[in-house]
């Protein structure tokens, strides 16, 4: 009797770790971001300034609606290295028609979330139906995309814009940067998607187990198809917000955006292995490294150093999804 006694001991005391352990995992990032958070502040109380929180967020916005559709593309076990050559290509054929008098503000918009949307759908037929790696389909988009924008500009900025255009990346509203608000209403239509429609089945079913989801009649190819159109749409709507911010269209904007995004998506949780991630996890994981960032301009750290820092940061993401895998 004493032994059994003993034995459910044991059992209990495992499984209580075991449970430790998993939400360790799972909540590790939250607990890193309040840690870093609570540091910074005793470090440099203008950290929790309204204005300094409001320019974190603003200063993430770009980063973290890339994000959301590089993180649907990673849960189907792809990746996308495309998306800050796609922001400078959407960013000066938008520029273009965004001077003053010349078009109505919905055309520059639309005419950039087409060309988004287009090299989104060019990466996905080069993957679902050309059977190319994903690595390989995007980094051609992403010399393309630079080329095709050097091209298109001369490789001059464009200037120039009406104000209703450089509204979008420097407007405010009831005292909230415009590009807030544009990231909350991309997140809830992404988090929607993702956990409350047929498609964010299909995409996690697809990470999960591609050829089980085959079996199962979903079309594999259909849905990688719409998943990197629609990360290529992101990634537009990304562009045009960064022109209007900076008043040009840059053929250079966008450098290292793509691995930003990636980063971003990991630290929040979405596993390389395909199958996991979440919208608000992108959005912590791109707050961990704007909260980085800013702290260490508070404190004068040198940008080198940030550089370090945020790579040890995206290690350390990638170390806790492979436990949460074992």
């Keep these: 009797m004493m032994e059994k006694d003993v034995l459910s001991e044991t059992q209990k005391g495992v499984k209580s770790r075991v449970k430790l352990a998993s939400n360790i995992q799972r909540y590790g990032m939250v607990l890193v971001f309040f840690l870093m958070v609570t540091i910074i502040t005793i470090l440099s109380p203008r950290f929790l300034d309204p204005r ?126 415009f590009p807030i608000y544009v990231l909350a209403l991309t997140a809830l239509i992404s988090h929607i998607i993702l956990k409350h429609t047929k498609f964010g089945k299909y995409v996690y079913a697809i990470g999960g187990n591609e050829q089980a989801a085959i079996i199962s009649g979903i079309d594999v190819v259909k849905y990688k198809i719409l998943v990197y159109t629609y990360a290529g749409i992101m990634t537009a709507i990304a562009g045009i917000l960064l022109t209007s911010r900076l008043s040009a269209g840059q053929p250079t904007a966008g450098v290292g955006y793509e691995l930003d995004a990636i980063a971003a998506a990991v630290i929040g949780g979405t596993s390389l292995n395909g199958g996991i991630g979440t919208i608000p996890g992108t959005i912590l994981g791109a707050l961990i490294m704007g909260t980085l960032n800013n702290g260490l301009d508070l404190l004068h750290v040198s940008a080198y150093w940030q550089q370090v820092v945020k790579g040890f940061i995206i290690v350390g993401a990638v170390l806790m999804d492979k436990q949460r895998r074992i």
């Design 52 to 177: 300094n929180l409001l320019n974190v967020v603003r200063q993430i916005s770009i980063i973290s609606i890339v994000g959301f559709g590089v993180t649907m593309v990673i849960i189907t076990t792809g990746i996308d290295l495309s998306s800050g050559s796609v922001i400078a290509l959407v960013s000066v054929v938008t520029a273009s028609l965004a001077h003053p008098n010349q078009y109505p503000l919905i055309i520059p918009i639309l005419v950039g979330l087409l060309v988004g949307g287009i090299t989104g759908l060019i990466n996905g037929t080069l993957i679902a139906i050309g059977k190319l790696p994903a690595f390989i389909a995007t980094l051609g988009m992403m010399i393309t995309a630079r080329g095709l924008a050097l091209i298109y500009s001369d490789g001059r900025p464009i200037t120039n814009f009406s104000e209703s255009f450089n509204f979008l990346g420097q407007g405010y509203l009831f005292g909230v940067p």
